[in-house]
């Protein structure tokens, strides 16, 4: 992602390019990183701009603050607010544009994720948690449905019970749960967050980036398509795959007992 000249610190988004890993933080601490309609605007162009940019190999989504995100903001009320436009062309687009990103997307969560903050956390490809945050679906609690793409991801992780238990706020959704439930990779210390979403996003885009994406777009296939359909798009990637630099780089690597080299250059 090519360097933001309006990225200052009082953004309301950050980001950060290092070593192929690109990193945006939602920085609206005050209402713990609520989506409001620019911040919207701004994450989805922020996503497409990792989807254009070479040089960014991952993707990492946090929050600025003691919040990842507390969902849509709520604090315009609920007068003027057009559910379906909004969903149909802000927040669909952006769940659409993370799970069919090319790259690995990694959530950062640094502490609460509410409502469609639940959400955008889940729409990533792996999530790494705090120890102190939790996932508060929040939807039903203020008379909404889910929405983002959360009832499709719970009901398929946790069963149609327990993800209907999670959403009506009956069972707690914290960070130790949803590592037991495999919604998350790994629970570390809030002082070693950074830290560790650092090494994760390095070792990611250390790997063969190409064949990562495919793997993704697999996966996600893989969660509709029936077995002959799902053996024929293997049949197809692999052999975009097995066409890349990537796949030359493994086998040398393999004869010459090396670790293999796919970047970043
Ligand atoms: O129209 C559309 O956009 C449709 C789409 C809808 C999708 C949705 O996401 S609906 C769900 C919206 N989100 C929520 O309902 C969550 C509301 N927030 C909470 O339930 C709680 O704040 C949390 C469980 C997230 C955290 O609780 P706690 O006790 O740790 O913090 P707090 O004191 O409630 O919040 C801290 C501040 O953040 C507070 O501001 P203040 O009083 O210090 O000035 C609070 O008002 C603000 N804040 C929290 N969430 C939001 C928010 N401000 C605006 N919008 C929020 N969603």
Redesign the pocket.
């Known amino acids: 992602m090519p360097p933001d000249p309006d990225s200052s610190p009082d953004s309301i988004l950050l980001h950060e390019l290092i070593d192929g890993v690109a990193t945006i933080t939602l920085n609206?601490p005050?209402?713990?990183n609520?989506?409001?309609a620019e911040l919207?605007r701004e994450l989805l162009a922020a996503v497409k701009a990792a989807r254009a940019d070479d040089s960014t190999r991952v993707l990492v989504l946090t929050g600025a603050g003691?919040?990842f995100c507390?969902?849509?903001?709520?604090?315009g009320g609920?007068g003027e607010?057009?559910?379906r436009r909004?969903?149909i062309d802000?927040?669909n687009p952006l769940i659409t544009a993370l799970r069919t990103l090319p790259k690995p997307v990694v959530a950062s969560v640094n502490?609460?994720?509410?409502?469609?903050?639940?959400?955008l956390a889940f729409a990533a490809d792996l999530v790494i948690a705090s120890d102190d945050a939790?996932f508060?679906?929040?939807?039903n609690?203020?008379g909404?449905v889910?929405?983002?793409g959360l009832t499709r991801t719970l009901v398929r992780a946790l069963g149609r019970h327990r993800a209907f238990e999670i959403l009506l706020g009956e069972r707690q959704l914290t960070a130790a749960a949803a590592h037991e439930a495999g919604l998350v990779a790994a629970v570390v210390p809030a002082s070693r967050l950074a830290e560790a979403t650092r090494e994760l996003g390095r070792r990611l885009a250390a790997g063969p980036v190409a064949a990562i994406g495919l793997t993704k777009r697999l996966l996600t296939r893989a969660e509709d398509d029936s077995l002959g359909d799902n053996l024929a798009l293997e049949a197809a990637l692999q052999e975009i795959a097995g066409r890349d630099a990537e796949h030359s780089e493994g086998v040398a690597a393999f004869s010459e007992k090396r670790e293999p080299r796919f970047g970043p250059s």
């Open positions: 609206r005050d209402s713990l609520a989506l409001n919207r003691r919040g507390a969902g849509a903001d709520l604090r609920s607010r057009q559910f909004v969903l802000e927040y502490g609460v994720a509410a409502g469609a903050g639940v959400s939790r508060v679906p929040a939807f609690r203020i909404l889910p929405d983002s």
